[in-house]
């Protein structure tokens, strides 16, 4: 049977790591790349006789997220202790939340093939970060030791965790990639995923088509990527059709998954609710939330992505198509805003965007937020095409020293030597002397053919360097051409 006969359920349970300087029971800074365990303290250490205090960002960053993503905040919550062993978890528990998490009930709406699909947010929790294990092998499964840094330890998480609403890789990859685009516009998290600022953890089971009742699920821990997430989901769709079509039970556990073989592989049986031993944390008092708290925090919502979309599209008549790429990073977002408020023409600064500069900050491992370019000197070096300056074509070699150099357009532009030739005494021998090599053409484009026309100023471009007006050449070929 292929995948077709089966429906697919997913749900996603993502960690969000909170932009709080402090950690979240403790003073301890949350900075990254620090030398191993030197941002530890008692308290994050849980040794004897410290007591932890909530760290109050933590929470108005919780209620932040959570009235982003449409959800319920409660009035009454409090901390719990979630225990079990592992070597990066030196309390032997980990303080989060259990039956009173601080949202519930929310939910996030994606753009399918079929239309808008909306996803439930069954909660938001807030909890404290383990520390990190760095393996001795290429992955955990083949390591022979593993070493431990306490730096992540007690730094403050949220936990989304969405209903099991997601019926394919695609569709859990939108809703990742939605979810990060809120948590970077509510700033209450930098969702670095190249530094496990943001991991997700997928459950996943397979049931026939027209079933309605769910399959045995696995989970999948710690994806950092969308490539990650999308490839995961899809090599597990097709282990467990392979393992019920052998006739064999799906079996509920924890997986990794092995980016460099393309495979899942078992880590350990999957824990319910009640082998964690929950109770409520002692040492930390129950949380109460008013109204006024919330209502503060609501009004200090930024413009949401899909607002944001909306408006790009009515202000500035972008394509959907452009409005979704660039309102899918913050930072993006924020550089064409800059831009369009200095250079009228938005859908040209959309084509740059996405283009050319996507382009370069990719190759450079760069985001819009580092990007060496800043959108006043973009806007310059359109308003020098537009008077006439540098031809498109010059325009790109401009761009890419700019964004090697950092200098602006004119300089470049001025120290390249790459002014467009404009005037019709310089253009014309050239023309003369492209007719003259290409007698084919001229009798081809003579005879009908409209792309010989193309290849012509082709070849006169070629001759300038890139230099010649194209609109010129076009002009000045044609009328040669009658």
């Given at each position: 049977m292929s995948?077709a006969?089966?429906?697919?359920?997913?749900?996603?349970?993502?960690?969000?790591?909170?932009?709080?300087?402090?950690?979240i029971?403790?003073?301890?800074?949350?900075?990254?790349g620090a030398?191993?365990?030197?941002?530890?303290?008692p308290?994050?250490?849980g040794?004897?006789g410290?007591?932890?205090?909530?760290?109050?960002?933590?929470?108005?960053?919780?209620?932040?997220?959570g009235?982003?993503?449409?959800?319920?905040?409660?009035?009454f919550?409090?901390f719990?202790r979630?225990?079990?062993?592992?070597?990066?978890?030196?309390?032997?528990?980990?303080t989060?939340q259990?039956?009173?998490?601080?949202c519930?009930?929310?939910h996030?709406?994606?753009?399918v093939?079929e239309?808008?699909?909306?996803?439930?947010?069954?909660?938001?929790?807030?909890?404290e970060?383990?520390?990190?294990?760095?393996?001795?092998g290429?992955?955990?499964?083949?390591?022979?030791y593993s070493?431990?840094?306490?730096?992540?330890?007690?730094?403050?998480?949220?936990?989304?965790?969405?209903?099991?609403?997601?019926?394919?890789?695609?569709?859990?990859r939108a809703y990742?990639?939605?979810l990060?685009?809120?948590?970077?516009y509510t700033?209450v998290s930098d969702c670095?995923?190249?530094?496990?600022?943001?991991?997700c953890?997928?459950?996943?089971?397979?049931?026939?088509?027209g079933?309605g009742?769910?399959?045995?699920?696995?989970e999948?821990?710690?994806?950092?990527?969308?490539r990650?997430l999308e490839?995961a989901?899809?090599?597990?769709?097709?282990?467990?059709i392979?393992?019920?079509?052998k006739?064999?039970n799906?079996?509920?556990?924890?997986?990794?998954w092995?980016?460099e073989?393309?495979?899942?592989?078992?880590l350990?049986?999957?824990?319910e609710?009640?082998d964690y031993?929950?109770?409520?944390?002692?040492?930390l008092?129950?949380?109460?939330?008013?109204e006024?708290?919330?209502?503060?925090?609501?009004?200090s919502?930024?413009?949401?992505?899909?607002?944001?979309?909306e408006?790009?599209?009515?202000?500035y008549?972008?394509?959907?198509?452009?409005?979704?790429v660039?309102?899918?990073?913050?930072?993006?977002?924020d550089?064409?805003?800059d831009?369009?408020?200095l250079y009228?023409k938005?859908?040209?600064?959309s084509?740059?965007?996405?283009g050319?500069l996507?382009r370069?900050?990719?190759?450079?491992?760069?985001t819009f937020s580092d990007?060496?370019i800043?959108p006043?000197?973009?806007?310059?070096?359109?308003?020098?095409?537009?008077?006439?300056?540098?031809?498109?074509?010059?325009?790109?070699?401009?761009?890419?020293?700019?964004?090697?150099t950092?200098k602006?357009a004119?300089?470049?532009v001025?120290?390249k030597?790459?002014?467009?030739?404009?005037?019709q005494?310089e253009?014309?021998p050239?023309?003369?002397?492209v007719?003259?090599?290409n007698?084919?053409?001229?009798?081809?484009?003579r005879?009908?053919?409209?792309?010989a026309?193309?290849?012509?100023?082709?070849?006169?471009m070629?001759m300038?360097?890139?230099?010649?007006n194209?609109n010129?050449v076009?002009?000045?070929?044609?009328?040669?051409?009658?």
């Amino acid at each position: 049977m292929s995948r077709a006969a089966y429906e697919i359920v997913i749900g996603l349970e993502v960690h969000a790591e909170l932009k709080t300087k402090a950690k979240i029971f403790c003073s301890c800074t949350t900075s990254f790349g620090a030398d191993v365990n030197t941002h530890v303290c008692p308290v994050c250490l849980g040794l004897p006789g410290v007591l932890p205090v909530l760290n109050k960002k933590v929470v108005d960053f919780a209620i932040k997220a959570g009235l982003a993503l449409d959800c319920e905040i409660s009035s009454f919550s409090k901390f719990d202790r979630k225990n079990y062993y592992y070597p990066d978890l030196p309390k032997n528990f980990q303080t989060s939340q259990y039956d009173l998490p601080i949202c519930f009930d929310g939910h996030l709406d994606i753009e399918v093939q079929e239309g808008k699909k909306r996803v439930g947010i069954t909660r938001i929790h807030m909890e404290e970060d383990a520390g990190k294990l760095t393996h001795g092998g290429e992955t955990i499964t083949s390591s022979d030791y593993s070493l431990v840094d306490y730096n992540r330890t007690g730094v403050p998480l949220l936990e989304i965790v969405s209903e099991p609403d997601m019926r394919s890789p695609e569709e859990a990859r939108a809703y990742l990639e939605k979810l990060k685009a809120i948590l970077e516009y509510t700033e209450v998290s930098d969702c670095r995923m190249e530094e496990g600022s943001l991991r997700c953890d997928a459950n996943i089971s397979i049931m026939p088509k027209g079933s309605g009742v769910f399959g045995t699920r696995t989970e999948i821990k710690n994806m950092n990527s969308f490539r990650a997430l999308e490839r995961a989901l899809n090599y597990e769709i097709e282990r467990q059709i392979q393992v019920v079509e052998k006739g064999r039970n799906v079996i509920q556990e924890t997986r990794t998954w092995d980016d460099e073989k393309g495979i899942t592989l078992a880590l350990r049986s999957k824990e319910e609710a009640h082998d964690y031993r929950y109770f409520p944390e002692p040492d930390l008092p129950p949380l109460v939330i008013s109204e006024k708290w919330v209502k503060e925090i609501r009004a200090s919502l930024p413009e949401l992505p899909e607002a944001r979309k909306e408006r790009l599209i009515k202000d500035y008549e972008l394509p959907l198509y452009d409005a979704r790429v660039i309102t899918s990073s913050k930072a993006m977002a924020d550089y064409f805003d800059d831009c369009a408020a200095l250079y009228p023409k938005a859908k040209i600064i959309s084509n740059w965007l996405m283009g050319d500069l996507s382009r370069l900050l990719n190759a450079e491992g760069k985001t819009f937020s580092d990007c060496p370019i800043s959108p006043g000197m973009l806007a310059e070096m359109l308003k020098l095409m537009d008077q006439g300056v540098i031809s498109g074509r010059i325009a790109k070699t401009v761009f890419e020293e700019m964004f090697k150099t950092g200098k602006r357009a004119a300089l470049v532009v001025e120290e390249k030597g790459l002014v467009q030739i404009s005037d019709q005494s310089e253009i014309e021998p050239l023309v003369e002397q492209v007719l003259k090599e290409n007698p084919q053409s001229v009798e081809d484009y003579r005879a009908g053919k409209e792309r010989a026309l193309g290849f012509l100023v082709g070849q006169i471009m070629k001759m300038s360097k890139g230099k010649a007006n194209p609109n010129m050449v076009n002009d000045l070929l044609k009328e040669k051409l009658k």
